[in-house]
């Protein structure tokens, strides 16, 4: 990630505008302030963040009168940062807004690092990261342990979804079969569907339906595997375009898009945006790698040299674990290529002059 020199000109322009959005800022905390002042604002309730746009937010009310209700809302500084899925407390105000006064305790954090690795929170409360993949486009499994290992970092349990299964022909079953296995040995649950109308949608499948009920969940996973019509079969009235949704450049993603929180008619929610259907593919650090393998992470720290790098150094713990077959033949390569793949980019990024 390049960063380009700017000149006097165009810092002084930056600076102006920064300290513009600061005054901005500051008075609209004023007025928010005054009006809590004069309490021209309605009792302290229930809400949740279901979008959130720069300063404003939509929240949703969950009880009393306007339970149900959509109001925009500001939120007074000292509330720290917002994101879609956090519950909060809001107090009515004029004109069907509202202003939040609290943040209630996430029970999870999804964060994803912005265009300078900081990591930034996306969406909060979310109770397990949905990883789709298909018989096509071919599963890799070095894509999908990069998914997993970021869902351990997050700290959000990780589910498999197998779509398509209506293209499980006899050239892909055993293979598909074998890297499935590979996945529940490891404890990550693994649920079939098909979002094809006509091949078992997602409303006639219970086990599916039972993995998103009641639950907030989010959908991961390459493009084509068909995230987008699983969403549309849960969200029939949503005009979610399928086939794509995707920013992402060349140059890595930009995505603007907020991220929505949608109540499913089965009972559950779901929280969507772009930028969360590419979760995962930032860079890591080889520690983070070692971490987000289940099966590594007790070894960390065993290894006989503390720097242990783990390509035949004696005494390496990953290795012998490799070796006696705790760790499977599949998922030592992709250990070794995603280890190998982040210090290639990291290599790069660094050599890049714009
Ligand atoms: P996304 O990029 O992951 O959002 O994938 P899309 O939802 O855009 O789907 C990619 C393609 O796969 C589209 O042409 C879909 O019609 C197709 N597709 C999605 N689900 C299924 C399925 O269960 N079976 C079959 N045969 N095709 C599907
Ligand atoms: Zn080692």
Redesign the pocket.
Same mark, same amino acid.
């Given at each position: 990630m390049a960063k380009r020199r700017l000149n006097k000109q165009q810092q002084w322009r930056i600076e102006k505008i920064q300290a513009e959005r600061t005054q901005r800022a500051a008075r609209k905390e004023r007025s928010i302030d005054r009006q809590l002042e004069a309490s021209e604002l309605g009792d302290e309730q229930a809400g949740l963040v279901i979008a959130h746009f720069g300063q404003q937010l939509d929240v949703e009310a969950r009880e009393g009168e306007r339970a149900g209700k959509v109001l925009r809302c500001y939120a007074r500084a000292n509330v720290g940062n917002l994101v879609t899925g956090d519950r909060v407390v809001w107090r009515p105000a004029a004109d069907d807004t509202g202003v939040i006064v609290a943040r209630q305790e996430r029970a999870s954090l999804l964060q994803r690092p912005d265009n300078f690795g900081q990591l930034k929170p996306v969406a909060a409360n979310i109770d397990h990261i949905i990883l789709?993949i298909a018989p096509e486009p071919e599963p890799h499994h070095n894509l999908i342990d990069r998914y997993l290992v970021a869902a351990e970092i997050t700290e959000i349990p990780a589910v498999i979804l197998l779509?398509?299964c209506?293209?499980i022909n006899d050239r892909n079953r055993e293979q598909l079969e074998t890297l499935l296995a590979r996945y529940q040995a490891l404890d990550y649950p693994v649920v079939r569907t098909?979002?094809?109308p006509g091949?078992g949608a997602p409303e006639d499948n219970p086990e599916f339906e039972a993995l998103v009920r009641d639950r907030t969940s989010v959908f991961v996973?390459q493009?084509? +595997? !068909?995230?987008?019509?699983i969403i549309q079969t849960l969200l029939p009235n949503e005009s979610l375009r +399928? !086939?794509?949704?995707s920013e992402s450049t060349g140059k890595g993603t930009h995505t603007t898009t907020t991220a929505r929180l949608f109540h499913l008619a089965t009972g559950g929610d779901l929280i969507d945006s772009p930028g969360i259907r590419e979760f995962g593919l930032w860079h890591m650090t080889p520690q983070e790698i070692e971490q987000g393998f289940r099966e590594i992470r007790p070894l960390i720290g065993h290894c006989k040299f503390r720097n242990c790098r783990h390509q035949g150094e004696p005494g390496c713990a990953i290795e012998a674990a490799a070796a006696d077959g705790r760790i499977s033949p599949a998922r030592m390569q992709s250990f070794r290529r995603i280890l190998y793949d982040m210090a290639e980019q990291q290599a790069r990024g660094l050599g890049v002059v714009e």
């Open positions: 789709v779509n398509k209506d293209l098909a979002a094809r091949t996973g493009s084509g +595997v !068909g995230k987008s019509s +399928v !086939g794509g949704l």
